[in-house]
């Protein structure tokens, strides 16, 4: 019996290392990949975009912070749904792609605010399309519905 089970582990190794030699190709061929730009950022501008607000919290974030300056509760409230965990991920994500700034007061209990820097302030016409999309899509299905089609 121990001989077949090494002759077993030696046939999964063998493929195992198949798709990891795969994996380290396409790991390979992205990093030198054309629709990369030196810096790092797809080429695509639509890619880049969705790249730093493309997660299901960033844009509602966004939205929020377009009104004006947040502590972190008033964002988690306003959002609604959203862990404390995943709000702090994505707004250390946007703060690091200067998206927005946070500011640390020297308070006790510490009081920290967030707002959009003007690059942040850049992305309002994205959010006022998705806003008025949205829009257009909830009376189009909700038409739908009274009219029997949907």
């Known amino acids: 019996m121990a001989g077949d089970r090494s002759a077993i582990e030696r046939d999964w190794s063998a493929r195992l290392e198949v798709p990891h030699a795969l994996q380290e190709k396409a790991r390979a061929e992205r990093t030198e990949a054309p629709y990369l730009l030196p810096s790092g950022l797809p080429a695509c501008p639509v890619a880049t975009t969705l790249s730093l607000i493309g997660n299901r919290w960033s844009p509602l974030i966004l939205r929020e912070l377009l009104s004006g300056t947040k502590r972190f509760g008033e964002l988690k409230r306003a959002i609604g749904g959203v862990s404390q965990k995943v709000l702090t991920s ?15 007061f020297p308070e006790v209990p510490p009081r920290v605010e967030y707002s959009l820097t003007d690059l942040g302030l850049s992305l309002e016409p994205v959010i006022d399309a998705m806003w008025e999309w949205g829009s257009a899509y909830q009376r189009s299905r909700t038409s739908e519905g009274k009219s029997g089609r949907g």
């Not at 994505?90 to 640390?104: C, M, P, Q």
């Open 90 to 104: 994505n707004l250390r994500d946007l703060e690091s792609a200067g998206i927005l700034e946070r500011e640390v």
